[in-house]
């Protein structure tokens, strides 16, 4: 079955059209799934993160996944982000080292995720950042990391993906995984079985709401990195099911 | 007995990232083993170089639901936290006050949110 990948960029859009691709992919079982990307016109490069999340449920469902059409330009950013290798398709050389290159991670794989950053935010990170800031954003995308670990039940793992823009001091970095979601997560700890995903990604921002078992406190990871982003004028968007 | 005991947290979990449940149930542990005790703690945070809430909420908020504040306030000091992981302490101590003095609080205050089905 041909499934048509669109446009994506990081916003709003680029992530329905990866839920429509995984909606669409949702009834295969054994088949061959051919991503087209004929109909893309561009792709940014942290997207693959959530890419992958449909990726890795097609190969979950035993389906043969390959990639088509890729045009020349989006192809020399998903080798160069490295990507392509997960269709077995060699990496580019990242000259500029612009790139936090694609990873699947294991849930508990925190001290490797700790080497990721180490290796890829050296020297590439954004000039003006003291080295307090560099700390804190470290400790925000640890915060998100541990968070998708510890919550989603992901088996497949957890998914990263980042792209420096140094013109524009900007880095895009996404962290995506193929767990439960944060409203089925909601709905089990609250027992609000009709919570809708915006609601139940709300619950999840404020300080102190964690579903989180075990008499232990908790609920402070999103809201920390809620704040530092706002503080920082950065953008923070969390997509989950039907809530964006 | 009065002897301050200090527990060097990199070297009781064997890395300088403190980022999981289990290491930071780790510290809980020992910590609570001393307090039983009698005696006074002093963590050392010397050498870490990563330091999330996951962890504190486990290792010292924790601490909030088996002793009094007060007790803790007497027994318990920390060293080698910057300004900013200090302020980030702050934040989890206070969580942890508020969710033992309550558990359930927030979750009864979103019983009347309202819902939408999908």
Known sequence: MKLNVDTIRSDCNGFSSIANLAEDASKLWLADAELDFTECVFFEANMVAPLYVVIAKLRDELNDVTIHNVPAAIERILKRNEFLTVFNMEVLRDINQTTLPFKIFKPHAGEQFNDYLDTYMRGRGIPSMSVALTKRFRQSLFELFLNAAIHSESTSGIFVCGQFFPHKHRLDFTIADAGLGIRENVRRYTGQEKMSSCAAIEWALSEGNTTKTGNQPGGLGLKLIKDFIRMNQGKLQIVSRFGY | ?118
């Not at chain 2, 980022?19 to 930071?24: H, N, Q, R």
């Not at chain 2, 542990?29 to 990563?50: A, C």
Request: with cysteine; hydrophobic share 40%; net charge negative.
């Open chain 2, 1 to 118: 007995m009065d002897k301050t005991i200090t527990i060097k947290v990199a070297d009781l979990i064997g890395s300088p990232l403190c980022i999981s449940v289990e290491d930071g149930q780790k510290v809980f542990h020992k910590i609570e083993v001393l307090f039983k005790e009698g005696r006074n703690v002093m963590i050392s945070f010397d050498r870490v170089s990563m330091l999330i809430s996951l962890f504190l909420n486990v290792a010292i908020g924790q601490l909030y639901g088996s002793f009094s504040e007060d007790d803790i306030r007497a027994k318990l000091k920390v060293e080698g936290l910057s300004g900013d992981d200090m302020e980030l302490l702050k934040r989890v101590v206070d969580n942890a006050k508020r969710y033992y003095a309550n558990p359930k609080q927030y979750d009864a205050a979103w019983m009347d949110a309202e819902n939408e089905d999908e």
